[in-house]
């Protein structure tokens, strides 16, 4: 991924982390992969959703509440 800095990298390490406390799964792409190849993306996506058979985590449906 192309980051502006330390600072960014940083942040995208702290908000991945947090992201993956409430059970978020965090597919990352290239931004040159978005521009260049969106049906391969999009359908790594689709593979993810596909995939997830489990309900929500229990601390994200607490937060909805």
Request: cysteine-free; aromatic content about 10%.
């Amino acid at each position: 991924m192309a980051h502006r800095g330390k600072t960014a990298k940083n942040y995208d390490d702290y908000r991945k982390s947090y992201l993956k406390e409430l059970g978020v799964k965090v597919l990352e792409f290239w931004n040159q992969e978005v521009m260049d190849d969106v049906d391969g993306v999009t359908g790594a996506i689709k593979i993810e959703l596909n995939v997830r058979t489990s309900p929500l985590p229990l601390s994200f449906e607490k937060e909805r509440e």
